[in-house]
């Protein structure tokens, strides 16, 4: 077992860029296949979503445009309670087909509050689009849409998710290791 190292923090192998990359060829054909001839908006979450907006785009063939948000909830190992907008939408939305681009639906709580700042922006559709998703600790009430892979709740890093910053650049997923010293 792949074992890495970050700050104070040991990590292990959780999903290879194999993995990763037939997920995200299975998101993309569903997209593809779904808005054809929609002509949609996706929407991408910064930071931690780069990575996986970028493998994506390389396999939607359909016209589009991409816009990217910053919005903040995270601090070290713990969900923040509170969502901060550090970046904002600057494209209009009204009667465009939304698809946001999430690398992981935890709590969802930085989920609904961009939808509520949708809302307004009167679009024909919002769907989401999400790498990861963790059921266990999901504690709000909207439908993710396409859902590449279900995960435990552990704590991970990589392919654009950080501790404390670091690990973004890693080509796979790493999960946390309670125990090592």
Do not use: W
């Not at 910053?70 to 969502?83: I, P």
């Not at 509050?113 to 769907?127: A, H, I």
């Amino acid at each position: 077992m792949k074992i890495i190292q970050i700050i104070d923090r040991f990590f292990e192998l959780y999903l290879s860029q194999q993995e990763l990359d037939k997920t995200i060829d299975r998101i993309a054909a569903q997209l593809n296949r779904d808005y054809e001839d929609k002509d949609p908006i996706f929407i991408a979450l910064l930071n931690g979503a780069f990575m996986f907006t970028g493998d994506l785009f390389k396999k939607v063939n359909i016209p589009c445009n991409i816009t990217f948000i910053k919005y903040y909830s995270y601090k070290g190992l713990s969900k923040a309670h509170e969502v901060k907008k550090l970046i904002g939408l600057n494209d209009s939305l009204k009667g465009r087909n939304v698809v946001i681009v999430e690398d992981i639906v935890d709590s969802g709580i930085t989920i609904a509050n961009l939808l509520e700042d949708l809302e307004p922006l009167k679009p024909e559709s919002v769907r989401i689009a999400a790498l990861m998703f963790k059921p266990a600790s999901f504690v709000k009430d909207f439908k993710i849409d396409y859902i590449g892979l279900e995960i435990s709740d552990d704590f991970v890093v990589g392919y654009g998710l950080d501790y404390h910053g670091r690990g973004r650049n890693l080509p796979e997923i790493y999960k946390l290791i309670e125990n090592k010293v």
